[in-house]
Structures are given as C-alpha cells and as structure tokens.
C-alpha cells in the first residue's frame, strides 16, 4: 500500500503557515501540562501545579533548543560548523531525540538547582509525561513521510510505499514503530510502575533504559540517513546514540536500588 499523503501545512495565517509537525509537538507539550498536573496531586511526588508549569517552560527550551543542537552536532556537524547560522533555520527541519533528551535533562537540572530541588525527584516526576511527547514527534514523521523504515517484504501487510523515498519499494512505517514503542508502550510502563513511590531515580533510570533498547530495536527496520548510511560493526547513528543512554540508565538503576538497600 502508499503511504498516506498528507499535507505538511496544518493550516495559514496569513503569511504565517502552521505545519502539522510543530502542532504535534504542541500537542506533546499540552499533554505534559494536563497529565503533570494530574501527578502533582500526590503530595508525596513533591512537586505542584505551578512546579508542572515552570518545569514546562525549563523543558519546552530543553527540548527544542537540545534537539535543534544535537541534530547539527551528531548528523550533521561539518556543515553547520561551516554555517553556523543555518543552525537558526528551524524552519527547515532537523532535529534529533538524542539531543532533546539532553536538553530535557539539563532543563532538569537547572529547574532542580533554581526551585532546590532533588535532581532524581524532579526527573522521576518528569520522566513518565516524555514518551507521549516523542510519540507525536513519530508521528508528525509520519505525516511529513519522512524518516522512513528499510524495505520490507511485499508479503508484509502493513509494509508502505513512501513517495518521499523516491522509491516504489514497500517499507517499514518505522514512525509508527516508534510512535507505538517509544510513546504509548514506554508511555504505559512508566505510568504504571510510578504509580506508587519508588527509590529516587529509579523512574528516570528506567526511562532511560526503555528509551534505550528500544529506539536501538527499532533502527534496524529504519532506514539510515543517505548522507550517514551504517556506522562502525553495521550499526546507525542512533543505535550508536541510543546504546549509551541505555547504559546510562542501567548503571543509575542498579545505583540507586543499592544505596536505597543500604540505607
């Protein structure tokens, strides 16, 4: 089957035309602000309504600001090095997961110190609100038929044909992959198991961890980017970005239940 066609532009202002990705990611940052306030009621997450707001506002600059970097500096480095004002031009796509996770986590970091606040409480708070966001991001992809997946067999059923590829070989719907693994599956574990208190970082760890294995999965049904093909041992640049914030959660997991054990 084709892909489904769709317009890039949502709709027009004037001059001003909204496209569907930034309402995805507007729709990412809206659902943050409802569900962050529904955790805000439990006394013991420490954290109120008007904590969720300010924490939006560290995160939306994370985000953004996180991704449109980490995409120049981890895809594309030489020729924004070279431009480096093209690194402005947002306008012209280009950003990356990887980057917008450090960039929430510096936001993190900087809500923490200025609200004094536990770095591990506000990221066990946070944590369980970002799958959904990166859900939408997917399927903005989508909608753009962009980032695409390898191909598939024929015989695959839900297997696409992406005009955009400038191929007519059936694909992967690698966004839906990530849209269903990285946000609702990841969305769904982290709700659940943070429903109750758990040792402090835990839920960041675990995060982590899922984020991790499955964005690592998940690229070897994605097509890698023209201009950067298969790395070193035939693995992409997000398996190669994707295996360190894996192991970054496994070792705070394994810190953490430890010194709670200890204590």
Known sequence: MFAPEFDP????????????????????FALFWLLGRLRARDPWRQMSATDVEDILFYGVVGVIAGGRLG??????PEWYLAHPLDIFKLWQGGMSAHGGIIGSILAICVFARVKGRRFFTVADFVAPLVPLGLMFGRLGNFINGELWGRAASPDLPWAMIFK????????????????????????????????????????????CMGYGLVRFVVEYFREPDSYLGLGLFGLSRGQWLSGPVFLLGLVVWIWVHRRARQN
């Open 164 to 207: 955009n590829s400038g191929t007519l070989i059936p694909r992967h719907p690698s966004q839906l992959y990530e849209a269903g693994l990285e946000g609702a599956v990841l969305f769904t574990v982290l709700w659940i198991y943070s429903r109750k208190p758990r040792a402090a970082g835990a839920v960041g760890a675990l995060f």
């Open 9 to 28: 532009i949502a709709f027009s202002l004037g001059p001003v035309a909204v496209h569907w990705y930034g309402l995805m990611y507007l729709l990412g």
């Open 71 to 76: 995409f120049c500096l981890m895809y594309q």
